[in-house]
């Protein structure tokens, strides 16, 4: 079975320092990558997504994450954070279903960020 | 448009009573979802559906029934509420053709249950 994991559950940083974020999966086949913001009392949003070609990918509000197949990894970063990005991340793989007729999203188990003003 | 939408926000159910939980997607995609997220977990896919009148369970589907009469609406049935029920509910709508979507997700149903 697919798999995720984000092995930092709670990271707590000052605003304009960098992050990272990790992120791992077991897989292997062919992958589609994603990472979803959770604001305080709001819904997913997609934050970015990697399907094929350049394995740094760019999403909103600076965010980035490169896809390193030899790792299985698809990490988050941002070179400096602002207290607006306090939220839960959640990095998602996309996997073919065991009935073959739709893809579904694993989830790992998210990563709560708080940036102190 | 409106994305994905639920009803209700909160709902405070008690032991063995049932209740459906609502979502409706104006985007007119194929695939809907639906998930359950508690701290700490994760989102965990409890059914999903391809398309009008065809459904299939997730992960965790027990305790839950769906259906799925129109591409826009994908309700949630809780038939005999427990408390290991007492979670957020978020649905989900994807194209889901042969190329690969990013799915949108509704604001959630918080549900508990005593």
């Known amino acids: 079975a697919q798999s995720v994991s984000q092995h930092n559950h709670h990271v707590i940083l000052s605003e304009a320092a960098s992050l990272e974020l990790g992120c791992n999966y077991s897989?292997?086949?062919?992958?589609?990558l994603f990472w979803y913001v959770q604001y305080p009392g709001q819904h997913l949003q997609l934050l970015l997504k990697?399907?094929?070609?350049?394995?740094l990918v760019k999403g909103i509000k600076g965010f980035e994450a490169e896809f390193i197949k030899s790792k299985f990894s698809f990490n988050l970063r941002k070179p400096s954070v602002q207290w607006s990005d306090t939220a839960e991340y959640f990095c998602a793989v996309n996997a073919l279903l065991s009935s073959g007729s739709a893809r579904q999203l694993t989830f790992g188990s998210g990563t709560q960020l708080t940036v102190l003003p | 448009n409106a994305g994905v939408t639920q009803t209700p926000k909160f709902r405070i159910l008690k032991i063995g009573q049932s209740m459906t939980l609502q979502c409706t997607q104006d985007?007119?995609?194929?695939?809907m979802y639906w998930y359950r997220q508690d701290p700490g977990m994760g989102l965990k896919l409890i059914y999903y559906s391809v398309g009008a009148g065809i459904t299939d369970k997730g992960e965790v589907p027990n305790g839950y029934n769906v259906s799925r009469s129109t591409t826009e609406d994908f309700p949630l049935r809780l038939e005999l509420a427990a408390p290991s029920q007492t979670s957020v509910y978020f649905c989900?709508?994807?194209?889901?053709?042969?190329?690969?979507?990013?799915?949108?997700f509704g604001p959630g149903t918080r549900l508990t249950v005593t």
């Open positions: 989900a709508s994807s194209y889901g053709g042969q190329g690969v979507r990013e799915q949108y």
């Open positions: 990697y399907f094929s070609g350049d394995p």
């Open positions: 985007m007119n995609h194929n695939y």
């Open positions: 897989y292997g086949g062919t992958v589609n």
